[in-house]
Each structure stands twice: as structure tokens, then as C-alpha cells.
């Protein structure tokens, strides 16, 4: 069951691949329960403070660290499918332990204690699993389908936590705050991510494994990940990655406090934001794959990054409206923008990582590129969660009036406090990321206005119409909506008269 193979037939391919595809609604599910806003709930449940909820966050970039023994593990085993399903099986004590603790309806500095360490566990324990699945992965999916599978792979499993964002918000939302049905609802729930944890790794062990190739002796860790950093184009990438993730890291996994205790907007609230940007989520991610396939990771990164600082920055806005009506309109439009965005950046930061890793060491590649953008992710959650206090007690504001005979008063006002300065920091330090995103170079990227008057295009001409513009963006729209049709040709595809291979379509999936 976990030997690989060193030669797979066009139909252990497409199984494995269908295979990979849907295992992740389990994990999915039992990460919607164990990160995010049910985490951040049970934090507060258990009288956790901002410094705590921000090392809940730090957690999931500093496990990744593990990373670098995980890459020495996959090349002395050779056995990336056993030790992601070990992986996955060690995690999956996480959320039994967090029920348990539930259960036991305890509080204070041992109930915090007993859920830093379980978030540790499941982090660490997937830091592993993650190396040995972004090597598998990378040498077994087909380049020319890479971004609709992923695509495909990242729908289903946003619709696997929208599905458990409702189950839990409309559970929570049954049992008010400070009743004691409280702790078993979370208990109930961790239950259910410990199942589809255990299924998780049933799935994957049920995928085909593709041969590593050999190496004349085994390599040491500094050998193994030297050579990531003297590649002059995956360098550019790091730096990339390392700087987005400290500025996205200052501010976003905060947005649940911000709009639970600055804000004073309930968790079910909460979740249905979350669910709202999740499923624009769903809605982009095809659109996004399929751009991807077309004109490359680059061109994704370069039209969604900066809408996703935007959407940062626009968050000081939900703190500036006197009725939370309007403040809850505004999150809500927020929160598809965010979800969009947030598909196109996490689609084609991911992908190019693996297209830009040599076949074989992609272990290495994959694992430099997080260790270095993990390091500085835990640093972005632990400075905001220390400096909550100091931004707390501080406010800028800037007013512009106007007097005259018949009106005096103001007529813009923009107030900073608590949460708003990380948000402000954090498009900031973004902007620095944007500069060594402009660096790095793919074959077939477009401007980034090129790609947007394409997204216009193809919208208006939905409706009929059509946008002046150069040719060029015409010919683009033209060739994505070629390709589009071709996605959405019947499944029967004739094996290539020489090679066995399998033409282009959807084959790899349901």
C-alpha cells in the first residue's frame, strides 16, 4: 500500500488523483474546527488574552519550522505518501484532546495550557505530513492541469468548512455565552474534526505514490536546503513569501477579535462573515485556476495581491460608522472581497512554488520556502498580540471641516484605534512584499491591467456587451474563453495513440 511506484498507468493516476481531491472535504473539515474563528471562540471560552490568541496564531508558522527534519525524514524513508498518513494520524490527537478538555468544562491557566500544547501537536504533527504531501504532489500532478486541480481541491474544501461554519455557528448560536451546554457543544465538535481527521488519512493512503529518483548517497540538511537559496529565481520567491506573510500575519488573524470585541458583533455574526468569504472563496477559485493555467501563477499573484492589501486596509473603515447596520453591510461586501482575493493569492503563492521546484527535490524547495516565510509569519501574530495593549490606550484622528454662512461642521472624519493601526501597518509592510513580487519572473505573465481588462471582458460580455480596449486584451479574453469551453467538455477522452497518454480535459476529477 505504501510502496511507490516507479511507473503509474494513466488510471491509478486518475484514481490517485480523484483520490487526493477528495480527501480534502475530512481534512478541511477538521481544520474549520481546530484553526480559525472556533478556535479563536474556545480561546475566549477559556478566558484566553489577546498575547495568547496571538501565539495561537505564531503556532501554525513556528510548527513549521519542523519542516526542515521533515525534508531529512522524506529523504532517508523515500516514502512520502506513509509519512504524510502518520502525519495525519498523530494530528488527529489534536482534536481528541481538545474535546476531552471541553468536556472536562475546565478554565483558566490549565484549560489554556492543555490548548496551546493540543494546537502544537496538530501543527507540528501536519508540518511533517505537509512536507511529504507538497514533494508527493509536486512530481505527481500533470503541470498542464496543476491549477484546476488545485483549484478544484481548494473549492471543495471551502465548501467543506462552509458546511462546518454552519454546523457550528447555528450549535453555538443555540447555546448562549457563559452557559454551561457551552463547553460540550465545542467538545461535540472537536469530536467530529477527530472523525474526519481519521478519514483524512484513510484517503490518502488509498492514493499512488509516484518513485523518487535516486540519489548517489544521501544528502545532509544544509546541502539539502542550500540549494533553494542559490537559485537566484526561488530566492526572489522567498522573499516574497517571507515578507507577505509577516504583513498579512500583522493584522489578519485578528480580524476575529477586532470584530468580536472592538466591534461588539456576536460569533454567529462572525461565522457568517466567514462563511460569506468563503463562499466567494469557492465562487473564484475556478476562475482563478483557470486564469492561472493560461497566463501563469505570476499574472494571479500580481492582480490579487494588492486587491488583498486593499481589502486590508479597508478594514479601518468598519470602525468608522456610527450604525452597526452599515458596519455590517460594509463587512459583509469586505468579507467577498476578502474571500476572492484571498483565492487568488493563496491558489498561485502555492503553485508557483511547486512549478518552480526541479522534479525530485521538491521537498527541499517546498520546505526552504516555508521555513523561512514560517519564521516570519510567527513573528507578525506574537508583535501584534504584544502590542495589543499599547495600541489600545492610543488614537490618531484626522478631521477636515468646512465653515460657511449656511453649514460648519465636519465633513470627513478618520479615527485610528486598538486594531485599526495593525491594519494600516500591515498594508504597509505589504507594500515592501508587492517590491519583490515585481521581481520575480514566469514565462507568459501579463501586466496586471492586461488581466483585469480580460476579467471585465469576460463579465460584460455575459450581459451582451463589450468594453473598448487594445487588441490584446481582446485576443486574451478570446483564448480564456476557449479554454473555459474546453473545461467544460464531457469526460470521454480518447488515450493518445502512442504513450498512453491522457488528453487534455477533466479527467483527474469526479
Known amino acids: 500500500m505504501f510502496e511507490p511506484q516507479a511507473d503509474i498507468d494513466p488510471a491509478a493516476l486518475k484514481r490517485g488523483l480523484r483520490t487526493l481531491t477528495l480527501e480534502v472535504v475530512c481534512s478541511s473539515t477538521c481544520d474549520a474546527v481546530m484553526m480559525g474563528v472556533i478556535l479563536t ?98 512530481d505527481l500532478v500533470p503541470d498542464d492541469i496543476r491549477g484546476r486541480f488545485f483549484a478544484r481541491r481548494s473549492r471543495l474544501g471551502m465548501v467543506a468548512s462552509v458546511g462546518m461554519g454552519l454546523i457550528a455557528a447555528a450549535t453555538l448560536d443555540a447555546v448562549p455565552e457563559g452557559a454551561g451546554g457551552r463547553a460540550v457543544v465545542f467538545g461535540g465538535l472537536y469530536l467530529l474534526a477527530f472523525v474526519a481527521q481519521l478519514l483524512s488519512a484513510t484517503s490518502l493512503s488509498q492514493a499512488v505514490e509516484p518513485m523518487m529518483p535516486e540519489t548517489a548517497e544521501p544528502r545532509r540538511l544544509r546541502a539539502l536546503l542550500s540549494g533553494p537559496l542559490r537559485d537566484p529565481d526561488f530566492r526572489s520567491l522567498i522573499r516574497f513569501t517571507a515578507s507577505w506573510n509577516f504583513a498579512v500575519n500583522l493584522a489578519q488573524p485578528f480580524f476575529t477579535v477586532f470584530i468580536l470585541k472592538q466591534l461588539g458583533f456576536s460569533v454567529t455574526v462572525m461565522m ?52 452597526q447596520t452599515v458596519t455590517l453591510v460594509y463587512l459583509a ?51 501584534g498580540g504584544l502590542g495589543a495593549h499599547f495600541f489600545a490606550v492610543r488614537e490618531f484622528g484626522l478631521s477636515l471641516e468646512w465653515t460657511g454662512p449656511h453649514y460648519q461642521g465636519e465633513v470627513l472624519g478618520l479615527s485610528l484605534n486598538g486594531w485599526d493601526f495593525y491594519f494600516a501597518l500591515s498594508a504597509l509592510c505589504g507594500l515592501y512584499s508587492l517590491h519583490r513580487l515585481s521581481v520575480i519572473k514566469q514565462e507568459g505573465e501579463i501586466d496586471r491591467r492586461d488581466l483585469m481588462q480580460v476579467i471585465i471582458e469576460r463579465a460584460s460580455s455575459r450581459f451582451g456587451g463589450a468594453t473598448a480596449g487594445s487588441s490584446a486584451p481582446v485576443e486574451l479574453s478570446a483564448t480564456l474563453a476557449e479554454g473555459q469551453a474546453a473545461s467544460r467538455k464531457p469526460r470521454r477522452r480518447r488515450k493518445a495513440a502512442e504513450g498512453g497518454e491522457i488528453r487534455e480535459g477533466r479527467w483527474w476529477v469526479m
Not at 278 to 294: E, F, P
Not at 295 to 306: C, D, E, I
Not at 348 to 370: H, T, V
Request: net charge positive; glycine share 10%.
Open 41 to 138: 471562540a474556545f480561546a475566549l471560552h477559556n478566558g484566553a488574552n489577546e498575547a495568547q490568541i496571538g501565539l495561537l496564531a505564531a503556532i501554525v508558522f513556528w510548527a513549521q519550522l519542523l519542516q526542515a527534519p521533515g525534508v531529512l525524514l522524506v529523504e532517508r524513508l523515500r516514502r512520502r505518501k506513509a509519512i504524510a498518513v502518520v502525519g495525519s494520524l498523530v494530528s488527529s490527537m489534536a482534536p481528541a484532546a481538545l474535546a476531552a478538555l471541553a468536556f472536562a468544562a475546565g478554565s483558566g491557566r490549565e484549560a489554556q495550557f492543555g490548548m496551546i500544547a493540543a494546537v502544537a501537536l496538530y501543527c507540528c504533527a501536519g508540518a511533517f505530513a505537509g512536507c511529504a504531501w507538497n514533494a508527493w504532489t509536486r
Open 272 to 323: 457568517a462573515l466567514t462563511i460569506l468569504s468563503q463562499m466567494a472563496n469557492v465562487w473564484a477559485l475556478k476562475r482563478w485556476g483557470l486564469l492561472a493555467d493560461r497566463y501563469g501563477f505570476k499574472s494571479v499573484l500580481n492582480l490579487a495581491a494588492p486587491s488583498f492589501l486593499l481589502c486590508v486596509l479597508g478594514m479601518i473603515g468598519a470602525s468608522q460608522f456610527a450604525s
Open 333 to 383: 461586501l469586505l468579507h467577498i472581497l476578502l474571500g476572492v482575493t484571498t483565492a487568488g493569492v493563496s491558489l498561485a503563492s502555492g503553485a508557483i512554488a511547486q512549478q518552480m521546484s526541479p522534479k525530485g527535490e521538491a521537498a527541499a524547495y517546498l520546505s526552504a520556502n516555508g521555513l523561512i516565510s514560517s519564521v516570519m509569519g510567527g513573528i507578525a501574530p506574537i508583535l
